[in-house]
């Protein structure tokens, strides 16, 4: 597929629609980012306009399952893209906002041991375009509940800096064409340092999230890989020049796995790695949700309240992320994974360098 409904940028455009009216150019970009419009439903222009629209920029996103948890406030999607490749979207509804999570890989190379979706492999990077229709759905699913889509953080399926390029073009999409606000934009990594670096060059405050999940090397060496590459002391260090260049809110993401990381001593050593680099970041504790098939277990409840009551005492910012959809497979990777599909593992890993 050459290119699909969300992928090309307003000057492309432009130039497809020559021979149209000035105009049209307006009319037909406001319609797709503004009105959140499919092609079909841009009545202001003409209806050979039209169906030449929806027969050469065809939509990237073919749905496969679309599933609401008991409450109604978190939705789930399963797409099929055009070769085959499936990822995941999660809408997720709360009394005061309105985020999505969105995939920026089919597949992830990181291998964390405890993640469904990097047991799974690596298939390819996603498209802006694929991309940024994750987004379009959500905020029209979002608007039939009358609400307004504000915030959507890159933390689906896939590792963001290792397809930082386009994730990037995706968000300055986003943020000029739909006009979301940066900072209501968030992009997660595992620590690829590279693609930090990268990020605090961009004019964009957007705000940072590092899959933390252990406080020393040995530890995070076995749930996240790739530390070995950029090991703890790098990786702070990074934040702190990303804390420095955008002075932006730094988060960090920790997944309690029972037995693993949940101790008082990882909430120690949690609150020891912050204070000796300076950095005030917010940590968003996560009960790990469970995932047929795989055998690590999360926290039990109690154990997650001991572990955020221990990090507070020490003087840390943190919260406790509520559970959400987990009778949806609502967790990142599990609803591909319990799909009849075969990620293709013969494509290259992403370079991480």
């Known amino acids: 597929m050459s290119t699909a409904l969300y992928t090309p940028t307003r000057d492309e455009l432009a130039e497809l629609l020559q021979g149209e009216p000035r105009y049209r150019l307006d009319q037909v970009w406001s319609g797709l980012y503004t009105q959140l419009a499919a092609p079909a439903e841009l009545t202001n222009v003409p209806k050979a306009l039209r169906e030449r ?61 405890f993640c469904a979706t990097g ?38 399926m896939g590792e963001p800096m290792a397809n930082e390029a386009t994730v990037w073009a995706s968000v300055e999409r986003l943020h000029g064409a739909i006009g979301l606000s940066a900072r209501h934009l968030t992009i997660s990594t595992v620590g690829l340092i590279p693609g930090i670096r990268t990020l605090a060059q961009r004019p964009l405050p957007v705000n940072l999230a590092v899959s933390l999940h252990a406080a020393n090397d040995t530890l995070r060496d076995e749930l996240v890989p790739i530390n070995k590459r950029y090991p703890l002391d790098e990786l702070m260090k990074a934040c702190g020049e990303y804390l420095e260049a955008k002075g932006r809110r730094l988060s960090f993401e920790w997944a309690l796995i029972d037995g693993v990381n949940d101790r008082p001593s990882d909430a120690a050593e949690l609150a020891t790695l912050c204070r000796r680099f300076r950095l005030p970041a917010h940590v968003n504790l996560i009960p790990l949700n469970p995932t047929p098939g795989y055998p690590t277990v999360g926290s039990p409840k109690s154990k997650v ?13 943190a919260t406790v992320r509520r559970n959400r959809g987990t009778d949806i497979d609502a967790a990142c990777g599990q609803l591909a994974a319990g799909q009849p599909v075969v990620l293709r593992k013969d494509r290259p890993l992403p370079d991480a360098s």
């Open 305 to 317: 309240q001991a572990f955020h009551t221990r990090l507070t005492d020490l003087g840390v910012n």
């Open 53 to 113: 629209l929806t027969a050469e920029l065809p939509h990237s996103l073919t749905q496969v399952v679309r599933q609401v948890n008991d409450n109604g406030d978190t939705v789930k999607y399963l797409w099929e893209l055009h070769d085959g490749s499936r990822v995941e979207t999660v809408l997720m509804v709360y009394p005061d906002r309105v985020t999505v999570c969105v995939s920026s890989q089919a597949g992830c190379a990181m291998a964390c041991g």
């Open 119 to 156: 047991q799974a492999g690596f298939t390819r990077q996603l498209t802006v375009g694929e991309i940024v229709e994750q987004v379009v759905i959500a905020a029209r699913d979002a608007r039939a509940m009358g609400r307004r889509l504000a915030n959507v953080v890159y933390m689906g």
